[in-house]
């Protein structure tokens, strides 16, 4: 499927984004690189895809796939490792996730 295609490139849009040194930062290259992020993501919202929220949700599995447990706030994601998105109601990729499994020794 097309979109599930786009969803990796926009992986990688949004790690080299995060990546941008604050020297680089306001370069009006880096500037067209956002803008060209930003378009496909409309363009895939505009074709009903939205984004799983993850980060301090409680865990579920129908949206979420746990990869690491760490020490936290038990049963909810305290990192999101890999965004998770939905056509419409559908999963089409869960989000990869941390998940808090309480304090030690408790």
């Known amino acids: 499927m ?3 295609s786009l969803l990796p490139i926009l992986d990688d849009f949004e790690r080299a984004l995060d990546n941008v040194s604050i020297k680089l930062a306001g370069l009006t290259w880096v500037d067209g690189i956002r ?5 496909l ?4 919202e505009s074709h009903g895809i939205s984004q799983i929220e993850a980060l301090g949700n409680d865990f579920d599995p129908a949206l979420h796939e746990a990869v690491l447990e760490e020490e936290g706030e ?5 990192e999101e490792l890999q965004r ?8 089409l ?3 990869m996730v941390k998940v808090g499994k309480g304090k030690e020794g408790q």
Not at 35 to 39: D, E, N, P, T, V
Not at 74 to 78: A, F, M, N, Q, R
Not at 84 to 91: A, D, Q, S, T
Request: charged share 30%.
């Open 2 to 4: 097309l979109l599930m």
């Open 35 to 39: 803008l060209i992020h930003r378009k």
């Open 41 to 44: 993501q409309a363009v895939l």
């Open 74 to 78: 038990e049963g909810k994601v305290i």
């Open 84 to 91: 998770g998105y939905k056509l419409h109601e559908r999963v």
């Open 93 to 95: 990729r869960p989000a």
